[in-house]
Each structure stands twice: as C-alpha cells, then as structure tokens.
C-alpha cells in the first residue's frame, strides 16, 4: 500500500512539474515574440472533438441538430467532423480544394448531412495558386511560396470568400466555423469581421512563425480584432497556435 501511494505522490507531482513546464515554456516564448500574448476566459467549458492532431476543442454543448458548421482545411482527417456530427447530427459542410483531400474524401462513406465542397476560403473571388508541400503525401497546401513548400510546382484553386459560400447554400448564419488554411487566416478574419458576418463560434489555427511574413504580433492583432467584436478567448492549445473563440 505504502509503494502505491508513494508511487501516487510521484505521479502526481510529475503531472505537475509538466505543466509547470508547460506554462514556463509558453511565458518564454511569448517574451521572445515567438508566441502571441493572450489571456484565456477560463470559466466557460468546452469539449474537445477528434484525435491526435485532428482534434478540435468547442464551448460545451453549444450546438443542435440545427446548426450550421463550417470547417475549411480538412485535409486527409476528419475525425473532428464527423465527432461532431455523432454527438449533434447537424449539418456540416467541408471545404478543401487540394487534390490528395479530395481524393481521400471521395473514397469514404459520409453521412449526407456531412457534405463536401473542393474549394477554398479567402477574402476574395478567384483563382489562385496553392503551392504543394514539401512533405510527401502532405496535404497542407498554402498560397505562400516558402520554405515549406515546393514553390516551382503548385496547384490552381478556385477560392471564394465566406459570404459568397454562405449566399450560395442560402444561410444567414453559421453557428461555428473552423478554420485550418495555412496562413490566408489573418485576411479571412479580417475580412468576416469588416463584413460583420454573423457567426457564433470560430475555431483556427494561426500560422505564424511557420511562414516567413506571418509573426506572434500579426495573430495578436487579429485576436484583439475578434475581442473588440464581442468574441472571448475561451481555449488555446499547448501549441498556442489552435485558439478557440465564442460570441455569447
């Protein structure tokens, strides 16, 4: 018994001492501009959807069978998505318009009520070009040219904006919206909140630090735009790059 319980203490204080380590790393990082500076409204709840690198965290039981999800960048993984529907049943439509996406999406069996749409989001109508990852087989196409990508081969696209999508599948209002689109996040945010779109919940991934124009005080920027338009900071991964926002 005396071995267990001391085994207890000694589990517990390593829980610890990680998460001290945890908050230390993050205050450095922030002293040295690598991260953003926030502050967390820790009161409200959230549940967390997906696994691994596919999981997404959202306010708590903050959505029905009749909400309207948005989730853009999906890549070759939809755990988050399809999480989310078994819990709710509600209508999801998925955006993506590189090639290895649609292929992996084309090949699986979905519910009709998850639906998918092989284009992109941006601040504007048009084609662009979606430059091809270094990685092989890695989905994470950008519109930057950079050292994470293969800037001589690239892909052309068709982009939209969020209220042209939302004009052409008729809706008013998305209750929560996802946003994992390798660096054009900053314009798109920008560009749902001069156009004051109505909107619940966003979930993103800010990519600064991995493209070279993109910095710690770009996404700060971005942060205190959604604060002054009602949004709080509910959430933010260990990574402080996937945040959580929700408008009351």
């Known amino acids: 018994m005396k071995v267990l319980v001391f085994a207890s203490v000694i589990s517990v204080k390593h829980i610890k001492l990680i998460n001290i380590m945890s908050i230390l790393k993050t205050l450095v990082a922030?002293?040295?501009?690598?991260?953003?500076?926030?502050?967390?409204?820790?009161?409200?709840?959230?549940?967390?959807?997906?696994?691994?690198?596919?999981?997404?965290?959202?306010?708590?039981?903050?959505?029905?069978?009749?909400?309207?999800?948005?989730?853009?960048?999906?890549?070759?993984?939809v755990d988050f998505e399809v999480s989310l529907f078994d819990k709710y049943r509600c209508r999801i439509l998925m955006f993506d318009p590189t090639p290895d996406s649609i292929s992996f999406i084309n090949d699986l069996k979905l519910d009709s009520k998850l639906e998918f749409i092989p284009r992109g989001i941006s601040n504007r109508n048009g084609i662009v070009k979606f430059y091809s990852p270094l990685i092989e087989d890695g989905v994470s196409f950008s519109v930057f040219q950079n050292k994470n990508c293969q800037n001589d081969h690239y892909v052309s696209v068709e982009m939209r904006s969020l209220d042209s999508f939302m004009s052409e599948f008729n809706h008013k209002k998305i209750d929560?919206?996802?946003?994992?689109?390798?660096?054009?996040?900053?314009?798109?945010?920008?560009?749902?909140?001069?156009?004051?779109?109505?909107?619940?919940?966003?979930?993103?991934?800010?990519?600064?630090?991995?493209?070279?124009?993109?910095?710690?005080?770009?996404?700060?920027?971005?942060?205190?735009?959604?604060?002054?338009?009602?949004?709080?900071?509910?959430?933010?991964?260990?990574?402080?790059?996937?945040?959580?926002?929700?408008?009351?």
């Open 30 to 77: 922030q002293f040295l501009r690598v991260y953003p500076k926030f502050k967390i409204n820790r009161r409200v709840k959230i549940e967390t959807h997906g696994y691994g690198y596919g999981a997404w965290s959202i306010v708590e039981n903050s959505l029905s069978d009749r909400s309207v999800v948005y989730s853009f960048g999906v890549g070759k993984n």
């Open 176 to 248: 929560l919206l996802k946003l994992d689109i390798e660096g054009i996040e900053y314009d798109v945010i920008t560009d749902i909140l001069n156009k004051r779109i109505d909107i619940t919940q966003i979930i993103v991934e800010f990519h600064h630090g991995i493209y070279d124009n993109l910095d710690a005080r770009m996404t700060e920027r971005i942060i205190t735009l959604l604060k002054s338009a009602d949004f709080n900071l509910c959430h933010a991964s260990n990574s402080c790059r996937e945040f959580l926002f929700y408008k009351n």
